[in-house]
């Protein structure tokens, strides 16, 4: 009998609770909740802005010397921009890997 009592206390409570957010502090937390979410919503807005801020000026920048130089001739950005820097970048890399080579095996036979 015990169980059915506590049973039935339990399914009382459930319906004696009153809804949610429908009295006066209940409005209010409501209209809390409403302000953090467009809080929220305005502070994605603000990250993402910067965010693309940062990636336009990382796109419009001239990151190293090359690039400074071909903007100080004139050269307009784009895709033969792009491949030229980068032919010219895998260029420099074979050429030192090739220096260390030379180097290497000159130290190696001992005629630095």
Same mark, same amino acid.
């Given at each position: 009998?015990?169980?059915?009592?506590?049973?039935?206390?339990?399914? @009382?409570?459930?319906? *004696? &609770? #009153?809804?949610?957010?429908?009295?006066?502090?209940?409005?209010? $937390?409501?209209? =809390?909740?409403? /302000?953090?979410?467009?809080? @929220?919503?305005?502070? *994605? &807005? #603000?990250?993402?802005?910067?965010?693309?801020?940062?990636?336009? $000026?990382?796109? =419009?920048?001239? /990151?190293?010397?090359?690039?400074?130089?071909?903007?100080?001739?004139?050269?307009?950005?784009?895709?033969?921009?792009?491949?030229?820097?980068?032919?010219?970048?895998?260029?420099?890399?074979?050429?030192?890997?090739?220096?260390?080579?030379?180097?290497?095996?000159?130290?190696?036979?001992?005629?630095?």
């Amino acid at each position: 009998m015990s169980l059915r009592r506590a049973a039935l206390r339990r399914l @009382l409570l459930l319906h *004696t &609770r #009153r809804p949610f957010l429908t009295t006066a502090r209940g409005e209010v $937390r409501k209209a =809390s909740i409403f /302000r953090d979410i467009d809080e @929220l919503k305005a502070e *994605t &807005r #603000r990250m993402i802005i910067k965010d693309v801020d940062k990636v336009k $000026r990382m796109e =419009s920048e001239d /990151r190293n010397a090359l690039n400074r130089l071909l903007t100080s001739y004139g050269m307009p950005r784009g895709a033969f921009r792009d491949k030229l820097v980068f032919g010219c970048n895998v260029a420099a890399a074979f050429v030192a890997s090739s220096a260390v080579g030379a180097c290497g095996a000159a130290w190696k036979r001992g005629t630095t």
